[in-house]
Nanobody
Framework: QVQLVESGGGLVQAGGSLRLSCAAS????????MGWFRQAPGREREFVAA????????YYADSVKGRFIISSDNAKNAAYLQMNRLKPEDTAVYYC???????????????????WGQGTQVTVSS
């Protein structure tokens, strides 16, 4: 059974940093593209970042480019999202996702995800 479990969310002041983790079981991250999405209240779930496990190909939403960094650790079978210079508009539930067939490019579309985590809340105060 595949499980993606996010952790690392919390409350942070604007300008601060958080690092989200996604622990994978039942799949090997090196065989998947890994991605992060977020959903704010009343809004659609939106793409944040996606990467091949090696980090050779990465994509970021324009709103986070230059501030967020996606990475994976094959040895730990985990993916990460380092979030820097956080803004109040980054407040959302953040979800980890994995896609086996579409690659990092495909995972920019949430419909291409095969698996989802349960989400972790990130709140940025002004």
């Amino acid at each position: 059974q595949v499980q993606l479990v996010e952790s690392g969310g919390g409350l942070v002041q604007a300008g601060g940093s958080l690092r989200l983790s996604c622990a994978a079981s039942g799949l090997t991250v090196s065989s998947y593209a890994m991605g992060w999405f977020r959903q704010a209240p009343g809004r659609e779930r939106e793409f944040v970042a996606a990467s091949t496990w090696s980090g050779g190909t990465v994509y970021y939403a324009d709103s986070v480019k230059g501030r967020f960094i996606i990475s994976s650790d094959n040895a730990k079978n985990a993916a990460y999202l380092q979030m820097n210079r956080l803004k109040p508009e980054d407040t959302a539930v953040y979800y980890c996702a994995a896609a086996s067939h579409w690659g990092a490019a495909g995972l920019r579309d949430k419909r291409k995800a095969d698996y989802w985590g349960q989400g972790t809340q990130v709140t940025v105060s002004s």
